[in-house]
């Protein structure tokens, strides 16, 4: 069974920054395109950042020039670098990803439980 599990969400002030992490578990034989999506409170779940196996990115106009996405392929991981946060970045944050699981010859679209993240002073 795969599992993705996000951390570093919390609180933080407007202007701060903080990290979120993605991490893919189990019987896995690759990944391809990893994503971060959020949902503020409601709101529609909104597509944040995307990257390929290859490390080409794209990002909402929304986050441009503040967040930053990366991944680690060796440890199948997903990472957002939020920097200059806004109170309108307060959202839950979910971690989305393309898993093709051993023994599978498909891609599986796989969802995180999500992390929160409150922009407040």
Do not use: H
Not at 39 to 55: D, F, H, N, S, W
Not at 106 to 119: A, H, K, N, P, R
């Amino acid at each position: 069974q795969v599992q993705l599990v996000e951390s570093g969400g919390g609180l933080v002030q407007p202007g701060g920054s903080l990290r979120l992490s993605c991490a893919a578990s189990g019987s896995i034989a690759s990944v391809n395109d990893m994503a971060w999506y959020r949902q503020a409170p409601g709101k529609e779940r909104e597509l944040v950042a995307t990257i390929t196996r290859g490390g080409s990115t794209s990002y909402a106009d929304s986050v441009k020039g503040r967040f930053t996405i990366s991944r680690d392929n060796a440890k199948n991981a997903a990472y957002l670098q939020m920097n200059s946060l806004k109170p309108e970045d307060t959202a839950a944050y979910y971690c989305n990803a393309q898993i093709r699981p051993t023994g599978i010859f498909i891609f599986i679209t796989s969802w995180g439980e999500g992390t929160l993240v409150t922009v407040s002073s």
